[in-house]
T-cell receptor, first 115, second 109 residues
Framework: EPEVTQTPSHQVTQMGQEVILRCVPI?????FYWYRQILGQKVEFLVSFYNNEISEKSEIFDDQFSVERPDGSNFTLKIRSTKLEDSAMYFC?????????????FGDGTRLSIL | GENVEQHPSTLSVQEGDSAVIKCTYS??????FPWYKQELGKGPQLIID?????GEKKDQRIAVTLNKTAKHFSLHITETQPEDSAVYFCAGGYQKVTFGTGTKLQVIP
């Protein structure tokens, strides 16, 4: 069964440094998402992306965050200047359609640790 | 925006018993309610979903019910097995989904 893959599984970065998290969504999916999960807490929506544009973003997704689909397969989340509170699991998800009532399939996440 | 509340936060059941997790939502426009299972070190895995035009849906040992009037929905797992132990998240929304706070289910052999 096709799946969403994320790399790296664990990223350790110094505070203030830039970090890029990578995702390969399911190949025939058109909508892509990033979520964040702080340890022991719920999954929080960051951003959705379709047709090379952000379709929706949350309050968490401020100017330090950006997303990009640099080629036909990868979907990236960049944090420009990391802060301690950015430490969390980051999950990428994709769905075939994006009208809000289609299943989103998640990757296994990247654990981001900011030192 | 949508607000999804989930109860209980932890649930322990004996193997073979049933488990019920309940969620409420605030936005009457929400029309899609997925349930996710998250095992340790893994991403959320979709286990079942229900749309607002349906009141109940069943898939083997798992069933979901939706009460649109009361704005609540529930997950029912029957004949629980140790491998059902995980954190379960409900979610709801219209254009995007909002997750509940999660329920840690422990099935005791």
């Amino acid at each position: 069964e096709p799946e969403v893959t994320q790399t790296p599984s664990h990223q350790v970065t110094q505070m203030g440094q830039e970090v890029i998290l990578r995702c390969v969504p399911i190949s025939n999916h058109l909508y892509f998402y990033w979520y964040r999960q702080i340890l022991g807490q719920k999954v929080e929506f960051l951003v959705s992306f379709y047709n090379n544009e952000i379709s929706e973003k949350s309050e968490i997704f401020d100017d330090q965050f950006s997303v990009e689909r640099p080629d036909g397969s990868n979907f990236t989340l960049k944090i420009r200047s990391t802060k301690l509170e950015d430490s969390a699991m980051y999950f990428c998800a994709s769905s075939r359609e994006g009208n809000g009532n289609q299943p989103q399939h998640f990757g296994d996440g990247t654990r981001l640790s900011i030192l | 925006g949508e607000n999804v509340e989930q109860h209980p936060s932890t649930l322990s059941v004996q193997e073979g018993d049933s488990a019920v997790i309940k969620c409420t939502y605030s936005d009457s426009a929400s029309n899609y309610f997925p349930w996710y299972k998250q095992e340790l070190g893994k991403g959320p895995q979709l286990i079942i979903d229900i749309r607002s035009n349906v009141g109940e849906k069943k898939d083997q040992r798992i069933a979901v019910t939706l009460n649109k009037t009361a704005k609540h929905f529930s997950l029912h797992i029957t004949e629980t097995q140790p491998e059902d132990s995980a954190v379960y998240f409900c979610a709801g929304g219209y254009q995007k989904v909002t997750f509940g706070t999660g329920t840690k289910l422990q099935v005791i052999p």
